[in-house]
């Protein structure tokens, strides 16, 4: 994953955002947070995977994929408040099967936990594997996220140019 590449590109978002709104970048933390919260809610509704009373199946892959990197977009801008660049990047297999070993619900929950609070950088590590796993536990690979997020970033900024 092209990670430095992924913070660049949110950081010109971010930045072009609060330019054209007039906003103070710095009085935005808590709102991102809030937003990175709503957008894993939206996830979690698509997957269907906490509504155990209902028979109907999840959302087609690519209305996960999307909500998924609608929530990627504020893990990262987290990531910048914290004065990210990058991270480390865990190995898509090794991901894979520690993911393999927790139920999604669980996966969700965590990253609800983790959102909801100030992270340290270490945290900060944590959610974003974390989170990044849960992309890979919903059977995305690495390549697909990536991709998805640079054609969201794209719609992002179309969004910005007609006033959204």
């Known amino acids: 994953m092209k990670i430095v590449q992924l913070f660049s ?7 072009r955002i609060v330019k054209e709104h007039n906003l103070d970048n710095s009085s935005l933390f ?5 937003a990175f919260l709503v957008e894993l809610g939206e996830l979690a509704n698509e997957t269907r995977c906490f509504k155990y009373w209902s028979k109907r199946p999840a959302s087609e892959k690519e209305v996960i994929l999307e909500e998924y990197v609608d929530g990627l977009h504020f893990v990262l801008s987290i990531g910048l408040d914290l ?23 669980t996966l969700f929950l965590t990253l609800y936990q983790s959102g909801s609070k100030s992270l340290s950088h270490e945290e900060f590590q944590s959610f974003f594997d974390t989170f990044l796993g849960l992309g ?9 996220i990536e991709e998805a997020y640079f054609a969201k ?5 179309e969004r910005q140019d007609t006033g959204y």
Request: charged content about 35%; cysteine-free; proline content about 0%.
């Open 83 to 105: 004065g990210f660049k990058e991270v480390e990047m865990t190995n898509e297999v090794d991901l894979g099967e520690k993911m393999d070993k927790i139920d999604i619900n």
């Open 136 to 144: 890979v536990k919903l059977g995305f690979s690495i390549k697909e």
């Open 153 to 157: 970033n794209r719609v992002n900024h």
């Open 30 to 34: 808590e709102q991102r947070r809030l």
């Open 9 to 15: 590109m949110q950081n010109k978002l971010n930045m």
